[in-house]
């Protein structure tokens, strides 16, 4: 018996691992591409062979380009927002909730730095409906990021706190640009992160009053 790409399988159990691990593969695959090349410049058959499958069997996991990008970029967001929700729901200090906010977008941005590259290159390549969700989304974790920031300075209105939510991504999110420089390259990693930790924290409790 065989699995859905034409591998050995022995139970349905491993064939539905099997599946699920193969999609993932797709997706890890994909980020790298698309995050390189730009979404037009990948085929679905470029993603088979960074897998090692046939381009047909692509087409089992993913209908088409579009399919997979919604679900790069949607994925993206739902975890973003899921982070922020539990961080918002389980630490009532406002300054800790904040210092955890920004750990956890640093953890996004340090460790899935091609997804980044991809949405702000390739979001505008989503069917119009799906670009509203993820949209929409996103601005649900911005409000979680207001919503603090107002509770840790109640004279912070609703606009500034939002501007500086913004800034705050724009910093964080420029590291897989920046990172590409082989002054950055050199540096440990820890030291990155602490820099802009330090630095976005500091921008936060000052820039938003």
Do not use: C
Not at 71 to 77: A, N
Not at 189 to 208: F, N, Y
């Amino acid at each position: 018996m065989t699995d859905v790409d034409g591998e050995v399988g022995t139970a349905p159990g491993r064939r539905s691992r099997a599946k699920a691990d193969r999609r993932r593969d797709l997706l890890r695959a994909a980020a790298r591409l698309i995050a390189e090349r730009g979404f037009p410049g990948v085929r679905l058959e470029d993603l088979g062979s960074a897998v090692g499958i046939s381009g047909p069997a692509v087409y089992r996991h993913f209908p088409n380009k579009d399919a997979l990008l919604v679900e790069l970029l949607t994925d993206i967001s739902e975890r973003l927002l899921a982070g922020g929700t539990d961080v918002a729901e389980r630490v009532s200090n406002p300054q800790r909730a904040l210092e955890e906010l920004v750990d956890f977008h640093l953890d996004f941005a340090l460790g899935e730095p091609d997804l980044i590259r991809v949405q702000d290159r390739d979001l505008h390549s989503l069917p119009d409906d799906a670009r509203r969700r993820v949209r929409q989304t996103q601005r649900r974790y911005v409000e979680i990021w207001v919503s603090v920031l107002q509770q840790l300075d109640p004279a912070v209105d609703a606009t500034r706190a939002r501007i500086a939510a913004h800034a705050t991504f724009g910093l964080i999110n420029s590291t897989p640009y920046s990172a590409a420089s082989p002054s950055v390259e050199a540096t440990n990693g820890d030291v990155t992160r602490e820099v802009l930790r330090r630095m976005t924290l500091a921008a936060l409790t000052t820039g938003a009053r």
